[in-house]
């Protein structure tokens, strides 16, 4: 039995739209973040670090969304979420995924950080320029690699996208521009999935948060 344990609006999304890809069958247990759920000892015992997402798949505990991300594709092949191990396109998978997280995903987090999420005394403005900076050095790289293809590895839908795709929607709530045409429609055509959708409703369900 596999058993997801997030919050809405968070990287757990990630994960609950890959499991939805997958056509799986999963628990979902909601950990109110604002409420200080994730410091609870229960929780910490899985995930050390206190935070969403964490995957637990009859007794084995995975952490981090990208790598749970992967997981579920391996797990569930016939969804074909990730290309096969030992091939070259399992290699670019790799290069997007860690771009995905180093790069794209960085300043946003900078963003949010030093916007809101770090106690107040930590928060340092004068870092927000240049996370915006660096955003858009990142979405230029994103572009490039894109061109016209429909998704980021090989023409076909992966787990790179979900992570990609997830991440965009963090800069457009952020209300940071995607200028170039190409991410534009590769994003409206991820963020456009039914399996999004619904890993969005499920959340909101469990968590007892209206659609
Ligand atoms: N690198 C981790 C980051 C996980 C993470 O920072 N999750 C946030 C929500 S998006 C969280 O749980 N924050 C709570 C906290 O930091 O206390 C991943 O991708 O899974």
């Known amino acids: 039995m596999l058993t997801v344990y997030g919050c809405p609006n968070t990287r757990s999304t990630r994960v609950v739209w890959a499991l939805e890809e997958a056509g799986a069958d999963y628990e979902y247990v909601p950990i109110d973040l604002r409420a200080g759920a994730g410091l609870r000892p229960d929780y910490l015992a899985l995930n050390i670090g206190g935070k969403v ?55 946003l987090w900078t963003l949010a950080k030093h916007r809101f999420a770090l106690p107040k005394h930590y928060r340092v403005p004068a870092v927000l320029d240049t996370a915006r900076w660096e955003f858009a050095a990142a979405i230029q790289v ?3 690699g894109l061109g016209q293809h429909s998704f980021i590895v090989d023409e076909r839908f992966s787990a790179a996208d979900i992570l990609i795709g997830h991440t965009l929607a963090w800069a457009r709530a952020f209300e940071l521009p995607l200028e170039q045409d190409n991410l534009q429609t590769y994003a409206a055509r991820l963020w456009d999935r039914p399996a999004l959708a619904r890993a969005k409703r499920r959340e909101r369900a469990e968590s007892g948060l209206p659609d």
Not at 66 to 85: E, H, S
């Open 142 to 144: 994103l572009a490039a």
């Open 53 to 107: 997402p964490t995957l637990v798949d009859s007794g084995f505990v995975l952490t981090e969304s990208a790598a749970i991300c992967t997981y579920i594709g391996d797990r569930f092949a016939q969804a074909k979420l990730v290309p096969l191990a030992g091939t070259r396109e399992r290699a670019s998978y790799n290069q997007w995924c860690y771009f995905a997280l180093s790069e794209l995903e960085q300043p």
